[in-house]
């Protein structure tokens, strides 16, 4: 599991860095602000949902602050990520995780930046995942992508967890 000091601190970091006060981060990621003050001082385990919706704000991906953190695990509703590495080019920066995903679970993820996609492959068990509005769905061994800037959505299909690789695109701004 993920030591929230970390984390919260890069959170601040990037936060300040921008000019922008507690308040409106915590407003535009839809979170309380008591939450956001909680995961910025440690006092709360931030999950994969509510880093998902504060990175958006602050226009980083979600590897900017796992970084921080020694394990680089974090977790939400049915999916456990870890980081594995991050990558970067002239135009974007990509991030690699080893992804568990809960049987019976089932998880939303925000939309992510302009120009975000996700690219997922399946090793074991079976997930329905992608656009919430159209999930894809991808059997061990198969791979499937989508642009992630729109709600999209993990769920294990069956009776067992699902286990995979996510490749996550990044366009760097400007």
Do not use: C
Not at 138 to 149: F, I, K, M
């Amino acid at each position: 599991m993920t030591t929230p000091g970390g984390i919260g601190r890069r959170l601040r970091e990037l936060r300040e860095a921008r000019g922008l006060s507690l308040s409106e981060v915590a407003r535009r990621a839809g979170i309380g602000k008591a939450t956001l003050s909680g995961l910025e001082t440690g006092t709360r385990n931030p999950t994969l949902e509510t880093l998902y919706a504060v990175t958006a704000q602050l226009g980083v991906p979600l590897g900017a602050v796992l970084a921080a953190d020694p394990e680089q695990r974090v977790s939400g509703a049915a999916v456990t990520a870890t980081l594995l590495d991050t990558f970067e080019e002239a135009g974007a920066v990509f991030e690699l995780y080893r992804l568990r995903v809960a049987a019976g679970a089932h998880q939303s993820s925000p939309a992510h930046q302009a120009g975000v996609t996700e690219h997922l492959t399946v090793f074991a068990g079976a997930l329905r995942t992608g656009p919430a509005d159209a999930p894809l769905l991808a059997g061990a061994g198969e791979h499937v992508s989508w642009r992630a800037d729109v709600p999209h959505v993990y769920q294990a299909v069956g009776e067992t967890d699902a286990h995979a690789s996510l490749l996550i695109r990044t366009p760097r701004a400007g």
